[in-house]
């Protein structure tokens, strides 16, 4: 493996014809940790991906890979391996062949092209056409790509798409093995609940601009409403008992005999329970999901806008 390196964007702006897909960001994607790059779809993540893949030119500011422009480093290949796009193969070159062709043309050595088909599970698929690929054999052969060059830097676009379920769990598996022989891992994804089960960081994005840059415990943790969930068949005697405690209760409307409460703990909402001789059938702490978080977010920026 070649030494990890730090990606940095320093006020990266890049400008199309009418849309600004970039907008000013700056943030640091560090080595040793999984990092999400979450956004909506249009939010700028693959334009960002590109410009630190050196593919496209920004138009203001930089996107730096251990400090340098990566058309300035010298065996680009083994610094960093990407995937953009899994469908980027030639759909009658063999899993192999198109492997042995990137390898060549990176100045890898052929036998990594056995090693990283065994590491993506294709060691079986090796002689079959890409294109006789299933959709997430091929976002495998896509993240064995961005590996042939052993990098120290792993960025990969949308790598849970056309996965099944065993393959998202493959896939979260690696980045976080990759994380911890200390590379530095980048993966984009519109699914929540995934990068909530994945990432240790987050790079949050919208309309090009950033919106967080912290790890995600702490993004969720200072964005959500605690509550204790209450589940009783009597709910409105309950409810009744902890306004008198001077507790908030909002009535859950998803559930007919829950109350979402606020203000308190479930050690307290347990003791008044008892002490009012009302039985529970749950109690609960709970916080939002990153989807739930994110989403909140976005709404606000829109109204707010
Ligand atoms: P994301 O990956 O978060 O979905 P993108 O980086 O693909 O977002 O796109 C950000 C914005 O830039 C979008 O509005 C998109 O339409 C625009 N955009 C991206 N690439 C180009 C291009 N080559 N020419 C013009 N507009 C583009």
């Known amino acids: 493996m070649t030494p990890s390196?730090?990606?940095?964007?320093?006020?990266?702006?890049?400008?199309?014809?009418?849309?600004?897909?970039?907008?000013?960001?700056s943030f640091r994607v560090r080595p040793g940790v999984v990092t999400g790059f979450l956004g909506p779809n249009g939010a700028g993540?693959?334009?960002t991906l590109r410009l630190f893949l050196g593919l496209d030119r920004p138009t203001r500011g930089a996107a730096t890979v251990g400090g340098l422009r990566l058309a300035e480093t010298p065996r680009a290949m083994r610094v960093v391996g990407a995937m953009l796009d899994a469908r980027a193969v030639h759909p009658r070159r063999t899993a192999t062949d198109h492997l042995l062709a990137v390898a060549r043309a990176g100045g890898v050595h052929r036998r990594r092209v056995p090693e990283v088909l065994g590491l993506?599970?294709?060691?079986?698929?090796?002689?079959?056409?890409?294109?006789?690929?299933?959709?997430?054999?091929q976002q495998r052969l896509g993240i064995a790509t961005a590996l042939v060059g052993d990098?120290?830097?792993?960025?990969?676009?949308?790598?849970?798409?056309?996965?099944?379920?065993?393959?998202?769990?493959?896939?979260?598996?690696?980045?976080?093995?990759?994380a911890s022989e200390g590379r530095t891992v980048l993966f984009s994804s519109h699914l929540m609940g995934e990068m909530e089960l994945t990432a240790d960081h987050l790079v949050v994005v919208h309309h090009g601009r950033?919106?967080?840059d912290q790890p995600l415990t702490a993004f969720v943790a200072?964005?959500?409403?605690?509550?204790?969930?209450?589940?009783s068949p009597e709910r409105e005697r309950l409810a009744a008992a902890l306004d008198r405690a001077?507790?908030?209760?909002?009535?859950?409307?998803?559930a007919a005999d829950a109350l979402d409460v606020t203000g308190t703990t479930t050690d307290e909402v347990g003791r008044i329970a008892a002490t009012t001789g009302v039985a529970l059938a749950e109690l609960t702490d709970v916080?939002?999901?990153l989807e739930e978080v994110f989403l909140a977010m976005t709404a606000a920026r829109k109204d707010a806008a």
């Open 45 to 47: 993540k693959s334009t």
């Open 246 to 254: 001077g507790v908030t209760t909002r009535v859950d409307p998803v």
């Open 287 to 289: 916080r939002d999901s």
């Open 5 to 25: 390196a730090t990606l940095e964007a320093h006020a990266l702006t890049k400008r199309y014809r009418r849309t600004t897909a970039v907008d000013d960001l």
């Open 210 to 212: 950033l919106l967080a």
């Open 151 to 178: 990098p120290g830097v792993v960025i990969l676009d949308e790598p849970l798409n056309g996965l099944d379920p065993e393959g998202i769990r493959w896939a979260r598996t690696l980045m976080r093995d990759l």
């Open 120 to 137: 993506v599970g294709l060691a079986d698929a090796a002689h079959r056409p890409a294109g006789e690929l299933s959709l997430g054999m």
């Open 222 to 231: 200072e964005r959500t409403t605690r509550r204790v969930r209450a589940r």
